[in-house]
C-alpha cells in the first residue's frame, strides 16, 4: 500500500462520516449474515485486534485496486474492498465471517456501492478544498466593495481609519487590529480594535523600532502564527497594519496575509484621498479667511473672529452635527458678513432708526450673500445656511418666512451667535449689554425668535467657554 497523504486521511474520514459502519451492517447485514465489519487504513493502532498472520495476509493484498478475498487456515473467510480514491488505496473495509450462501453479485454490489462512497468522498474533500482556496479571495472582493463605501461615507482621517481597523477586525476574525501612520518619521495609531483600554492609542512607535516600526522602515511583511503586519506603501511607506490573535485560536496563514494585503492596498487609496480632502479644506479655509479679513474691515462692533467660530461650533459639537454640517456651518460663519460689501456704509454706521427704504436694502443682503457664496462649487453647501440666518423659529423672519424644522440647523445657530454679538458688541443704533444680560434676553426669545434647543446649547457654551477672555482679543 502506498504512503498515506494527508489528503487520503481526509477522504478516508469523509468516507465514514457519510457512510458509517453501522448502516453498511444495517443494509446488507440480513443478506450477508452475521459478519464483522472493519475498516483499515494502515495504522497500527486499527490492527492490533487482528493476528499477526491475518496482518501479513492483509498487508500483502492491500496494494490491490479490485475487490479480493481470502481464507484463513481455520476457515474464516474475509471479503475486502479496496477504498480507491484516483486510483490510490487509501484503505480497506472488509467483512470478516459472512455467510457462506454469500453470493458473489451480492458481494460486487457492495463492492460498487462502496466505490461510489468513495468517490463521492473524494469530490467532497476536493470541494473543500477549492473553497478554501476561493474563499479568502470571494472575502478580499467583498471587502474592496465594503472598503469602497466606508471611503465614501466620509473622508474624515480618523474616523476612516477607525472603521477600517473595526472591518479588518471582523473580516479576519481577530482580537487585535491596529493601523499606525507615519508622521515625521514616527508611527502614529489612527485606529485599533481590542486593545487594553490603559494602553493609550497616542503613543508615538519611533521609527524602526518594535513590529510596527520595523515593517514602515524595512516594507517587509512580518508573518508569524500569531501576528501579521504589513506596509501601507504609496510611493514611500505610508503606515502598517497590524492584526494578531485569531478569535479561534488558529495560526494565521497564506490566505489571512492575502486579505490583509488587499485591505491595506485600499487603506493607502483611503488614506490618499482623506489627505487630500483635508488639503482642499486647508486652502478653501485660507481662501475664506483671507475673504473674511477683507469684510472684516467693513463690518464694525463685531466679535473677535476666534471668539465667533468658537461659539458656533461649540454650539454644533453640542447638538452632534455631522463632519459636513459643521464645516458648512464653520464656512458660513467666516462668511456672514459677504453682502455687506455691497451695502453703503451710511447704512452700515447709522446710528438712528433706518428708514424703511434703507431697512428694505439691509434685509436683501443674506440673499446677496447666498449669491455670492453659491457661485463656487465648494461653498454651495453654505449658502442655505447664510441665505436663512435672519429666519425666525415662529416663522416671523425673513427672506421666507420659514418656521421651526424648516429652517436648516446651521442657520438656527448662526441666527442665535448672531444676536449675541449683536448684543454684547452693540450696534451704531443701541448700546452694548453685558454677556448675562446677552444670555438673559437670547433665553427669554427661546421658542419665539430662536430654537430653543440651539438657545440651551448655545448658554452651556458661553457658560462652559470664557468668553470674557475671547472678547478682550478684538
Excluded at 231 to 245: A, C, K
Excluded at 384 to 389: E, N, R, T
Excluded at 446 to 468: I, L, M, S
Aim: net charge positive; charged share 25%.
Amino acid at each position: 500500500m502506498n504512503k498515506v497523504t494527508a489528503r487520503d486521511k481526509e477522504i478516508f474520514e469523509n468516507f465514514l462520516r457519510q457512510m458509517p459502519l453501522q448502516k453498511l451492517r444495517r443494509d446488507y447485514g440480513a443478506l450477508l449474515g452475521e459478519a464483522a465489519w472493519w475498516v483499515f487504513n494502515g495504522s497500527s493502532g486499527r490492527a492490533d485486534s487482528f493476528t499477526r498472520k491475518f496482518l501479513k495476509i492483509l498487508r500483502k493484498k492491500m496494494g490491490e485496486t479490485r475487490p479480493f478475498s481470502f481464507e484463513e487456515p481455520k476457515g474464516r473467510r474475509h471479503f475486502c474492498i479496496p477504498l480507491v480514491a484516483e486510483s490510490r488505496a487509501i484503505g480497506v473495509l472488509g467483512l470478516s465471517g459472512f455467510s457462506k450462501g454469500a453470493r458473489q453479485e451480492l458481494l460486487n454490489i457492495l463492492a460498487h456501492h462502496v466505490d461510489l462512497l468513495v468517490q463521492n468522498s473524494a469530490k467532497a474533500e476536493e470541494l473543500g478544498r477549492l473553497s478554501a482556496t476561493i474563499r479568502p479571495r470571494a472575502v478580499a472582493l467583498s471587502t474592496v466593495h465594503t472598503v469602497h463605501r466606508i471611503i465614501n461615507s466620509t473622508l474624515n482621517l480618523n474616523e476612516l481609519m477607525s472603521r477600517l481597523a473595526h472591518l479588518t477586525a471582523q473580516v479576519l476574525r481577530v482580537q487585535r487590529s491596529a493601523i499606525h501612520l507615519v508622521e515625521q518619521k514616527t508611527l502614529v495609531c489612527k485606529g485599533r480594535v481590542g486593545y487594553p483600554k490603559n494602553k493609550p492609542a497616542s503613543a508615538r512607535i519611533a521609527w524602526g523600532k518594535k513590529t510596527e516600526g520595523s515593517v514602515a522602515k524595512t516594507a517587509n511583511v512580518i508573518f508569524r502564527k500569531r501576528l501579521l503586519c504589513v506596509p501601507l506603501i504609496d510611493e514611500d511607506v505610508i503606515g502598517v497594519m497590524t492584526v494578531s490573535r485569531k478569535k479561534d485560536r488558529k495560526d494565521f496563514n497564506y490566505f489571512d496575509l492575502e486579505i490583509l494585503t488587499t485591505l491595506a492596498e485600499e487603506a493607502v487609496i483611503a488614506v490618499k484621498n482623506a489627505q487630500l480632502y483635508e488639503e482642499q479644506k486647508k486652502v478653501t479655509l485660507g481662501t475664506i479667511r483671507s475673504l473674511a479679513v477683507i469684510l472684516g474691515s467693513r463690518v464694525t462692533h463685531s466679535l473677535p473672529t476666534e471668539a465667533f467660530l468658537r461659539l458656533v461650533l461649540g454650539v454644533a459639537g453640542h447638538l452632534r452635527l455631522g463632519e459636513e454640517e459643521t464645516q458648512a456651518l464653520h464656512y458660513a460663519a467666516l462668511l456672514k458678513d459677504t453682502a455687506k460689501v455691497g451695502i453703503p456704509e451710511s447704512i452700515l454706521k447709522k446710528p438712528a432708526k433706518l428708514t424703511g427704504e434703507e431697512y428694505l436694502s439691509l434685509r436683501e443682503h443674506p440673499i446677496k450673500g447666498a449669491k455670492i457664496v453659491q457661485s463656487f462649487e465648494s461653498l454651495k453647501p453654505v449658502a442655505p445656511i447664510i441665505l436663512y440666518s435672519r429666519e425666525k423659529y415662529d416663522g416671523t423672519g425673513y427672506p421666507e418666512g420659514l418656521k421651526g424644522e424648516k429652517i436648516p440647523i446651521g442657520a438656527r445657530i448662526l441666527a442665535v451667535v448672531n444676536a449675541f454679538e449683536a448684543i454684547v458688541m452693540g450696534r451704531p443704533y443701541r448700546n452694548q449689554s453685558s454677556i448675562d444680560e446677552a444670555l438673559e434676553e437670547i433665553s427669554r426669545n427661546g421658542g419665539t425668535q430662536f430654537d430653543p434647543k440651539v438657545v440651551e446649547a448655545f448658554v452651556k457654551v458661553v457658560q462652559k467657554e470664557n468668553v470674557r477672555r475671547l472678547l478682550k482679543k478684538k
